[in-house]
C-alpha cells in the first residue's frame, strides 16, 4: 500500500494504483493540462471510498510505500488501478477533397507545407 498526499489530503491506496497515479500525473505536467482521475482509497474505518483528484501541471504529489497486511492480490482487488482518460488529441491529416463547410479552416489553420 502507498500513501499519496495531495494538497492537504493524505489518501491511502494501493501500490499499484498509486505507481500509475504518479505516472500520469507526469504525462499532465509534461502536457501543461489538467485531468480528473477516480481513485479508490482506504478510509479511516477501513471501509474504501473513491475519490475524485483533479491533476494538474502545477500540483504535487508525495506517494511512499506504508506498512500492510494485505496481499498484493487483495490490495489490488480492493485498490482497482484507476481508468485515466486520454491526454492532447491526435491529429489525423485531411485530403483537400475530405475538407467540407463543417470543417473550420481559418487563418489559425496550420498545414505543413
Given at each position: 500500500m502507498?500513501?499519496?498526499n495531495?494538497?492537504s489530503?493524505t489518501?491511502i491506496?494501493?501500490?499499484r494504483?498509486?505507481?500509475a497515479l504518479?505516472d500520469?500525473?507526469?504525462?499532465?505536467?509534461r502536457?501543461?493540462?489538467?485531468?480528473?482521475?477516480?481513485?479508490?482509497?482506504?478510509?479511516?474505518n477501513?471501509?474504501?471510498?473513491?475519490h475524485?483528484?483533479?491533476?494538474?501541471?502545477?500540483?504535487h504529489?508525495d506517494?511512499f510505500e506504508?506498512?500492510?497486511d494485505q496481499?498484493?492480490?487483495?490490495e489490488?482487488?480492493r485498490?482497482?488501478?484507476?481508468?485515466?482518460?486520454?491526454?492532447?488529441?491526435?491529429?489525423?491529416?485531411l485530403k483537400?477533397?475530405?475538407v467540407?463547410e463543417?470543417?473550420?479552416?481559418g487563418?489559425d489553420?496550420?498545414?505543413?507545407?
Amino acid at each position: 500500500m502507498k500513501q499519496v498526499n495531495y494538497g492537504s489530503e493524505t489518501l491511502i491506496t494501493g501500490s499499484r494504483a498509486a505507481d500509475a497515479l504518479i505516472d500520469y500525473a507526469e504525462r499532465v505536467a509534461r502536457l501543461h493540462t489538467s485531468a480528473k482521475v477516480d481513485l479508490e482509497v482506504l478510509e479511516k474505518n477501513g471501509t474504501t471510498r473513491t475519490h475524485s483528484l483533479l491533476l494538474g501541471a502545477v500540483d504535487h504529489l508525495d506517494i511512499f510505500e506504508v506498512d500492510d497486511d494485505q496481499s498484493s492480490e487483495d490490495e489490488a482487488e480492493r485498490f482497482p488501478v484507476p481508468s485515466f482518460p486520454p491526454l492532447g488529441s491526435r491529429a489525423i491529416p485531411l485530403k483537400p477533397d475530405e475538407v467540407d463547410e463543417s470543417t473550420d479552416v481559418g487563418e489559425d489553420f496550420y498545414s505543413p507545407s
